[in-house]
């Protein structure tokens, strides 16, 4: 039976960044009950936190740990600090096939924009924008757009570009992608062709892990066409191994996915 690959890469890693000062600072005004997140920073400036550091230092050294031959020989990140570092600090730890190399920066897996709900907790959406609030809960994250950002239809959308580039630039090879939480589970919508339902029932399961491995590989059907398969998922043994505490609260610097 012939393989035919379709231009799909070989393999293809997606990891969330890991765990950012945002999140640390979101958790803090979620237990004190405030309305803001108190982090002076533009979401795309976040740095990582010294936690964070350590669990892509972690990641790193999984990567590294692998076969040279089936270790990523590729690195694309998304465009925001704590991503691009997390990208860094994977690379340093020896992670690609080849040895050190330069992230691949691609704005289209930036994290999903929020609007007039960045840097807002839960309880200060409710409370400053009541009607946009009850609108989210009527239409549901996926569809609901809050004024001046994206939903995760419109996230979907820059990333079948991102895929198209994919199968375009890298075909065949081996790829690994950091991104966002949002991002790594509107890919899972894309590759494994999901619905609303089953991709909020994923999110619903548990949290996207801080440094979180998710890994396909595309084999063949019995077509002998190749289709991704989900071989890893939030996989974070890595993490406990190298004793980096798990960590999986919501990205980015807002109160709500």
């Avoid at 991102?162 to 075909?171: A, E, P, V």
């Avoid at 491995?213 to 071989?231: H, Q, S, T, W």
Wanted: glycine share 8%.
């Amino acid at each position: 039976m012939t393989t035919i690959r379709h231009n799909w890469p070989e393999r293809l890693w997606l990891v969330r960044h890991g765990q950012s000062q945002g999140n640390v600072a979101r958790d803090a005004a979620d237990e004190a009950g405030a309305h803001e997140i108190g982090i002076e920073l533009r979401d795309v400036d976040v740095p990582l936190s010294e936690l964070g550091r350590a669990q892509a230092r972690a990641a790193g050294r999984w990567f590294a740990a692998l076969p040279r031959d089936d270790r990523p020989e590729l690195i694309l990140s998304s465009p925001y600090v704590r991503a691009k570092q997390t990208a860094e600090i994977i690379c340093s730890e020896g992670a690609l096939a080849d040895g050190p190399a330069h992230t691949i920066i691609d704005e289209r897996l930036r994290e999903r924009e929020f609007g007039i709900f960045d840097r807002l907790t839960t309880l200060g959406i409710r409370e400053r924008f009541p009607e946009e609030a009850a609108h989210r809960r009527l239409l549901g994250k996926f569809y609901h757009r809050p004024p001046g950002g994206e939903s995760w239809a419109d996230v979907i959308l820059r990333l079948r570009s991102m895929l198209n580039t994919i199968n375009l630039h890298y075909c065949d090879r081996r790829l690994l992608v950091v991104c966002h939480q949002v991002v790594v589970l509107c890919f899972r919508y894309i590759l494994e062709e999901l619905d609303e339902a089953a991709i909020l029932s994923i999110d619903r399961q548990a949290e996207v892990l801080n440094c979180g491995i998710a890994e396909y590989r595309f084999n063949p059907d019995a077509k002998g066409l190749c289709v991704p398969e989900l071989c890893l998922w939030n996989y974070g043994a890595q993490l406990e191994a190298e004793g980096a505490p798990k960590t999986s609260a919501p990205d980015a610097v807002t109160g709500t996915r």
